[in-house]
C-alpha cells in the first residue's frame, strides 16, 4: 500500500453474555465490603451547573497551497500510525484495485469513552453525578446511603470498579422513569454546560482532536462514521451530535428498557390530537449493555454490515471482541486501539492483564500510541487544575517502542 | 397547505409486550385443534428454485415539458391521498415557513407486507416454506409432522392464523444455527430467483409502484426511508436493497437472539489473520418481534428520532401503534394507512373488528384505498395464474367513500 496524498482536512463497563435478559435493575444497595474500595482518590466534579459554553474551539482549515495537497491528519505525527491510516484509506477507495470497498460498505465504528474522550471520569458518569445530586434534592435521606454517598463525592472510579454492569445498572436505575425525548434533553443541556472536574474546561475540550481529524478524513472519503459505546445511549445520542455531528441513528450504545405509554395532551383542545399522545418512556432497567461480546452483536442489529475500521481504547478489555469481528471479514479492514501513556498531557494506564494489548499483538493491530503518536491531545492544550485530584491507582503502562522513523 | 408542483419523478421499479423476552423458540409442535383450521383455501407454492430473472421493469422516466414539472407520483390518482401527501411534502420543506422540518429530522417509516408488497402469502413465508423444504430432504421423517407437513402444501395461511408470535418463533427455528451473512445470502438468492404463487412473476414485480414513487419523492426532498417489519430480518434486508433500493442499516425487523462464536479458518496460512475468525450465528430463539408497540420502541432503538411520516396497511393491526407515535411528535407529521380493497388487480381484505380503518377515523389519518387511489397497482398489470388458490376469507372491505373531486 502506498500513501497517497489527500485533498483537504476539516478538522471540525461488562458481561460477555449476548442480549442482557436476566438484569437487576433495582440493584442499587452496595455490598459493605466493596466500601473498602473507596481507599483510593477522591474525585471533586466541581461546578456542575456553569454557565453555558460555547461549543470547543476547532482549529482553522489549514491553508491551501497549490500542488501541495494539506495534511489531512495534522495533529497526527509521522509514524506507523499515521501512514497506516493513509494506506488504509488509500487501499479502498482506490476503485478498480483488490483493495477497493464500495462506499455502502465504508462502515467505520469507534468506541467513546477512552477512544474519542478522556475516560477518567467517564463523562456520562458526571452527568449521573448531576442527575443523584437532583435526586437527592427530591428525597435527601438518600444522602447517606450507598452508593450515592459515595457517588456525591464524585468518586467515579469507585463505581467503575464495582462493574460496568453495575455501573449501568445504576445510571438507569436513577436516570429511567422520564420520557426518551426529556432524558435526552437533559443530557444535553448538561453536555452544553458542565466542565470536567480535572482540565477545569467544558466538556467537549477533553475530545481528542486527533480522532476528530480522522473522523473528517474518513466522511472526505465516503465512510459511515458510527459510535459503539457502552456508555447509555440517552447520553451518548446528544454527546455524538455535539461533539463530533454523528446522528443519534449512528449511535449504538446501553440502553434500559423503553415502554410505549398513553399520556394526556396538556391542552384538551390539542388541534392536531384531540386523544391522548404516544411517548416512549425510560424504564428503570438495563436492557443491553454494550460492551465485549455485545458490540458486535449491537452492530449486526444495527448496520447489519461487518465495519472494516474499528477502533478502541486499552482500559477495560470491551473493544477486543468488535475490533476482532471487525477484522474476520472479507474485505481488507484496519483495527486501532489507543494506548494511554501520556501522563503528562492526558493520562497513562493499562489493563490489569495487558488483555488488548496482548490481543493487539496476536492479531496485528495498530496501536496507537497518545505519547508518540499524537502531535496534540485536545484541540488546544489544557493544564490540570491547581485542586485537581491526583489520577488513581493503574497498571501500568508497557514501555513505548523505539522512536518510530519519520513518515514517508 | 398548497400543493407545490415537483420537479421530477424517479419511479424505480402481534404481540403487544415490549421486548419479547421469554419466547419459545423451539415451540413448533402444533396443538391437533389447530389443524381444524386447515379447512380454507390451500395455497400452493409453485416453483420455489425457477431460474433467475431479471429485476422487476421499471417505466421510463417520464419527459421533460418545459415549464410543466412531471408528475412526481404518476401512478397515483388524483384525489384526497395524493393531494395530502404532496401537501405534506411541500408544508415540510419550504424553508422559512412554521412547518419546515429540517432534512435530518425528515424520517419515513415503511411497514414491509401489504404496505409495499403484495402479502397474500408472505413473501418471507415463501422463503421459509423453501427452507423447510430443504430441511425435510435432510430430515425426510419432518415431512408428516405438524406444522411442516401443512406448510409444504403452501398454506401459508394457516400459519399465520396461528399467530404472528407463532409464525415468527417457527421462522427462526427453521432458519437459525447459521452465519448471519450465510442466511443473508441464502435468502438474496431466494428473492432473486423465486416466483409469486399467485401472479406467476417474480416476487419484486408483486411489489407496489406507487409506493417505490412515494418512496422516490421523498428522497428527493431529503427524507430518510426506513422499513420497519415484522418480518424476520434477514430476509427483509436484502429484500429491501433488491426491491426498494433501502440499505441495510436502515431496516428494522424481527429479529433472532445471535451469539458471536469462533469460526476456525479455512485456510491454515490465512494471511491476515492467522488465529480463528468470529462470525455472529443467527440462534433458533425469537428475540424481538417487531409489531405493534414493538414498532415504536424498535424506532426508539435504532433511529432515536420520532418519524414524522409512517405508513402502514389494514390487515393485522400491527401498524396503529407506530402511526400513533409519529403522530404525538411535536413536528408536522402525516399518516397513511394502505387499505386493501381492490379484488381485481390485487386482494380485498378487512380486519375482524376493522382496528386500524377505527384508528385512523379517531386520529385523522389519510386511508390510502388501492382501488380508487391508485392508477396501478403494480409496474405492469398482472394476471392470476389459472391455478392459483382462491382468496382465502377474510373480513369484508368497508365500502368506499364517494368518488373523491378531482385534483386541484
Redesign the interface.
Known sequence: MSNQPHDQAAPPGSSPT??D?STTGSGVAVPLVALGLLASAIWLIAQPTAPPVTPAAKPSAPEPRPAVAADPLPSWNDGAAKRTILDFVATVTREGSTGFVPP?ERIAVFDHDGTLVCEKPLVHGMFLVDRIRALIERQPELAHEEPYATMLTGDLEFVRRLGKKYFTDLTFSVLGGVP??RL?AEARDFIRTARHPVFDVPLGDVTYQPMKELIALLRENGF?VWICSGSG?HFM?PAAAEWYGI???H?IAS?P????RE?EPATPDNE??P?S????VVLPQL?VLNDE?RK??SI???????PILAVGNVGTTGDI?ML??S??GHRPSLQLLVLHDDAEREMAYGEPQNESLDAAA??GWQVVRMATDWKRVFAKPLDRKATAPPVPPAPPVPPAPAAEPAGP
Chains 1, 2 share one sequence.
Open positions: 449476548p442480549p435478559r455502502p426518551e425525548e435526552e459511515t445511549v445520542r446522528p443519534p441513528e449511535v440502553r428498557l423503553t415502554e410505549l399520556v392536531t390530537s386523544n399522545r404516544l411517548d416512549l436492557h461480546e458486535p452483536v449486526g442489529e444495527h448496520i447489519g454490515r461487518r471482541e476482532r469481528w477484522q474476520s496476536d492479531y
